[in-house]
């Protein structure tokens, strides 16, 4: 196979692309089966991130070799949600959660920006899902806490920093659906995540999160302003400090040490480097 692209790094992007399009299935679902656990919470996962690159690739290059796999894997996004709550889980049609229709709606909007096709009714299923997720103001003890994790289950990740991340996630959802920047309840969302800057924290105090400033850099790019400004200079300055400078590591960061990422565990460094240069490259995309 042979794709357009240029700079230093083509083979690599080349042979990633390659391989994904290895593992699709003619339904479109680009999952690489595992062990059975690993298969019962990562598959749709999986799908949507690799749906993601592929509507990028298509954006990036126009490659017309990689366009119909990027429309057949948007199609299974289409085919696997929920037909009643709107969202999706861990497997095809399960159940619905916040998370993982974040990156599948995130996987969507590539798509759209790309011109693959994108079946409005699955983004209104999406809108029915936030309307069913959010937390009217009045009820909020919390600040931060305007969307639930999962609305069948409310009482599911209570923990402040996972209330917080439901705030930034829900929120880009809410734009990427149709809400204007200038939405009062957008525009105090952003106001209550631009607060949370991005630090390590301390060994007694973990607050350190790729996923969670993944998604609130989103949020603060589209609002803008002075506190988008700051939030992105604190994750400049916090990346650059911490990030491996030499040895066969350089360019990555640790997923443990004194103040381990909330997600590295599970993740790993290369999960762990991933997101914080999808965080950095917000403002370029």
Not at 51 to 74: F, H, K, N, Q, S
Not at 108 to 118: N, T
Request: proline share 8%; with cysteine; hydrophobic share 40%.
């Amino acid at each position: 196979m042979l794709f357009r692209s240029e700079g230093p790094h083509r083979d690599t992007v080349r042979r990633g692309l390659e391989f994904l399009l290895s593992t699709q299935k003619p339904d479109g679902d680009l999952y690489l089966p595992a062990d059975p656990l690993t298969n019962s919470c990562s598959w749709l996962y999986s799908h949507g991130i690799a749906t993601m690159a592929l509507c990028e690739a298509v954006g990036m290059t126009g490659d017309a070799i990689i366009r119909p796999a990027a429309e057949r894997a948007c199609g299974f996004i289409a085919a696997s949600q929920h037909p009643t709550r709107g969202g999706w889980r861990y497997t095809p049609r399960s159940d619905a959660d916040l998370s993982v229709s974040g990156w599948m709606l995130v996987a969507l909007r590539s798509g759209q920006l790309a011109e693959v096709p994108v079946d409005p009714r699955t983004l209104l299923g999406v809108r029915s899902l936030l309307d069913t997720a959010a937390i009217p103001a009045p009820a909020a003890k919390n600040p931060l806490a305007r969307f639930h994790y999962n609305p069948q289950k409310p009482g599911q990740r209570p923990a402040e920093m996972s209330t917080a991340c439901m705030n930034a996630l829900g929120t880009l959802m809410r734009l990427h659906t149709g809400a204007k920047k200038t939405d009062p309840a957008i525009v105090a969302n952003g106001r209550a995540l631009a607060a949370l800057p991005p630090t390590y924290g301390t060994p007694a105090q973990k607050i350190r999160d790729c996923y969670f400033w993944y998604y609130v850099s989103q949020v603060l790019v589209h609002i803008g302003g002075p506190e988008w400004d700051a939030w992105y200079a604190a994750l400049g300055d916090t990346l650059a400090a911490h990030q491996a400078a030499s040895g066969p590591l350089a360019g990555s960061w640790d997923p443990a040490g004194s103040t381990p990422d909330r997600w590295g565990q599970y993740g790993g460094r290369i999960y762990v480097t991933t997101l914080h240069l999808l965080t950095l490259e917000v403002p370029y995309r």
